[in-house]
């Protein structure tokens, strides 16, 4: 018989992936549906939510935009850190004892040397944004939720992913539908971009989903595990990689709007640990990757 599986966030980048994984034949788990729409900051909305209990718990919706916290931190502390609360108390006035994740950030290490790196679970946190912030704030809320409640609670700390259907407000995403505009002769060969020369730790959406469940089924209670692909890679190299399988030349403008210049300049981090607990491992190659979301925004952009 399926566990059932209840998860925040379903209308997202990540969320829309986790429907159609779980729609899937093979699945071990079925997706339970809210009994009605629901705020998270609005603790009344979320009292009869559960027609029945579900077996686990992933708690992926939150205000994700950095840019976004610093114009308005409070109310990204209401949805991130309160919203939070508000799930686990409507979670534990309905009586669940199950298994829940609580998807945080890469994020929340803040700055690293480069002596550092990879960077594991072991790193201090030192958030430097008040979207980090709110993460790690939820984190320890629901660390000690499971100490408190002895639920079986676990904290991921996702690194930078991509895949199909994410906004173009973010850098891949970005590069992906100027490079479908030009081979669509809709924009002139010059490419708009911000400050390309950082590494990132990237990993396909697919490979974040599996680590969740991953978690879900095998991971330690009470501990944190980084997601990540273990290797860092330029952005200008993904974007080049891009514009190669697009068959298309560009040339690469930076805009001084989008060049907010990164603290960090290079980001990798360390999944040992999550590896050792699961084994875990990445499936999908960077050029897969790249080629879905290219075969993704030529679509998109003939129906813009």
Known sequence: MKKRLFITGLTGFVGQHI?????????SWTLLPAASSYDLTDAASLADLWPELPDAVIHLAGQTFVPEAFRDPARTLDINLFG??????????????GTFVYVSSGDVYGQVGEQSLP??????????????????SAEFLSLQWGLSEAWPILVARPFNHIGTAQKDSFVIASAARQICRIKQGLQAAQLQVGDID??????????????????LEN??????????????????SLIEQLADLAEVDVQLIQDPARMRRADQRRVCGSHAKLANATGWAPATTTQQSLRAILSDWETRVRQE
């Open 19 to 27: 429907r159609s994984r779980l729609a899937s034949p093979g699945s």
């Open 219 to 236: 991971g330690t209670p009470g501990q944190v595990y980084n997601i990540c692909s273990g290797r860092e890679q330029s952005i200008r």
């Open 84 to 97: 939070t609360l508000n799930l686990l108390q409507a979670l534990k006035a309905r009586g669940f004892t």
């Open 119 to 136: 960077i594991t679970e072991q790193q201090p946190p030192l958030p430097r944004n008040p979207y980090a912030v709110s993460k790690l």
């Open 198 to 215: 950082v590494t990132r730790d990237f990993l396909d959406v697919g490979d974040v989903i599996s680590a969740y469940f991953a978690l």
